[in-house]
T-cell receptor, first 116, second 112 residues
Framework: EPEVTQTPSHQVTQMGQEVILRCVPI?????FYWYRQILGQKVEFLVS????????KSEIFDDQFSVERPDGSNFTLKIRSTKLEDSAMYFC??????????????FGDGTRLSIL | GESVGLHLPTLSVQEGDNSIINCAYS??????FIWYKQESGKGPQFIID?????DKRQGQRVTVLLNKTVKHLSLQIAATQPGDSAVYFC???????????FGAGTQVVVTP
């Protein structure tokens, strides 16, 4: 069964450094998402991406965050200057073989980001 | 804003019994609902979904019930097995881009 893959599984970074989290969504999906989960808290929406542009973003997704789909398979989340509070599990998800209508989002196993 | 909550943080169930996990949501405009299962060290795994024009949907050993009048969603697992031990999340969306709002999660513990 097709799945969403994320790399690395664990990333340790010094505060203030840039970090790029990578995702390969399911190949025929049209919608892409990033979520995060701080330890012990709910999964929170960060951003959705469709047709090569951001379709929606949360207040968490400030100017330090960016997303990119540099080719037909990868979807990346960049944090320009990491802060301690960015430490969390980051999940990528994808959905949608149709252009409209809600469809199930399938998640990767996440990247644990630890900021020192 | 949306408030998605789960009634019980932990549910202990005997192997072979049925499990019921509940979820309340606050936004009456919510139109798509998903249940996810999350095992330790893994991402949320899709179980079943339901749209607002339905009251009930069944899958393999799982049933989702939606009561829009009281804004309540439940997941029933029949004949619970040890492999069902996990955290279960409900998630809802109100927009066509699919932004999901997750509940806090219920830990299901299956005892022999």
């Amino acid at each position: 069964e097709p799945e969403v893959t994320q790399t690395p599984s664990h990333q340790v970074t010094q505060m203030g450094q840039e970090v790029i989290l990578r995702c390969v969504p399911i190949s025929n999906h049209l919608y892409f998402y990033w979520y995060r989960q701080i330890l012990g808290q709910k999964v929170e929406f960060l951003v959705s991406f469709y047709n090569n542009e951001i379709s929606e973003k949360s207040e968490i997704f400030d100017d330090q965050f960016s997303v990119e789909r540099p080719d037909g398979s990868n979807f990346t989340l960049k944090i320009r200057s990491t802060k301690l509070e960015d430490s969390a599990m980051y999940f990528c998800a994808s959905s949608g073989i149709r252009d409209r209508g809600n469809q199930p989002q399938h998640f990767g196993d996440g990247t644990r980001l630890s900021i020192l | 804003g949306e408030s998605v909550g789960l009634h019980l943080p932990t549910l202990s169930v005997q192997e072979g019994d049925n499990s019921i996990i509940n979820c309340a949501y606050s936004n009456s405009a919510s139109d798509y609902f998903i249940w996810y299962k999350q095992e330790s060290g893994k991402g949320p795994q899709f179980i079943i979904d339901i749209r607002s024009n339905m009251d009930k949907r069944q899958g393999q050993r799982v049933t989702v019930l939606l009561n829009k009048t009281v804004k309540h969603l439940s997941l029933q697992i029949a004949a619970t097995q040890p492999g069902d031990s996990a955290v279960y999340f409900c998630a809802v969306t109100t927009d066509s881009w699919g932004k999901l709002q997750f509940g806090a999660g219920t830990q299901v513990v299956v005892t022999p």
